[in-house]
């Protein structure tokens, strides 16, 4: 497809396991985003990447939190030792990653994956 | 994270009626505003964007004021359906960053 896409949509976990999510981004798309979204609430930057490298990291909550991304395409975002609390939706966006300024700006997301951790 | 962590504000328009949600925004330097909309379960999809040059924009049905001086913007839709109940963020561009600044949003519930 030509969007971005998210896997797996759904995740229980135990508390204490570790989880991966995966983000496939827009081919062509150098710039890669992870976003936090609990219930009810908004969108909270995680970490962006600009090819495989992170520029800015620094909406991790915890050293129980990484991501990396390889071939400048999919990304990887880990949570090791899951708690409660890091359950929300996961968002992933991508864009070309420049900074030319308007609809270049523009993430274009994907579904998201949905982490429940009992 | 950089999003404030609140329960969504929500607006309760009736079906037909027009809805306007407000936004105010952070940086006197952004140069480029968008809105989304996320429908349940799915991942927030552009609607409207303004850059910093413009103080309205005009969509099929949905309009964005930008207001500078007091750093505000706001998201017009005209004769609302169904279809647009849902959550609705703006989002900031600084000018020379490359992310996005995302508000915390606005829960637009139509009613038949």
């Known amino acids: 497809g030509a969007g971005v896409s998210q896997s797996p949509s759904n995740k229980v976990t135990e508390k204490g396991k570790d989880v991966e999510l995966r983000c496939d981004p827009i081919s062509g798309h150098t710039a890669l985003y992870w976003y936090r979204q609990s219930l009810g609430q908004g969108l909270e930057f995680l970490i962006y990447f600009q090819g495989n490298s992170a520029p800015d990291k620094s909406g991790l909550p915890s050293d129980r939190f990484s991501a990396e991304r390889t071939g400048g395409s999919v990304s990887t975002l880990t949570i090791q030792r899951t708690q409660q609390e890091d359950s929300a939706v996961y968002l992933c966006?991508?864009?070309?990653?420049?900074?030319?300024?308007?609809?270049?700006?523009?993430?274009?997301f994907g579904p998201g994956t949905r982490l429940t951790v009992l | 994270g950089e999003s404030v962590g609140l329960h969504l504000p929500t607006l309760s328009v009736q079906e037909g009626d027009n809805s306007i949600i407000n936004c105010a925004y952070s940086n006197s330097a952004s140069d480029y505003f968008i809105w989304y909309k996320q429908e349940s379960g799915k991942g927030p999809q552009f609607i409207i964007d303004?850059?910093?040059?413009?103080d309205k924009r005009q969509g099929q049905r949905v309009t964005v004021l930008l207001n500078k001086t007091v750093k505000h913007l706001s998201l017009q839709i005209a004769a609302t359906q169904p279809g647009d109940s849902a959550v609705y963020f703006c989002a900031e561009n600084i000018q020379g960053a490359q992310k996005l600044v995302f508000g915390q949003g606005t829960r637009l519930t139509i009613n038949p």
């Open positions: 966006a991508s864009n070309l990653g420049r900074l030319a300024g308007g609809r270049d700006n523009e993430q274009f």
């Open positions: 303004i850059r910093s040059n413009m």
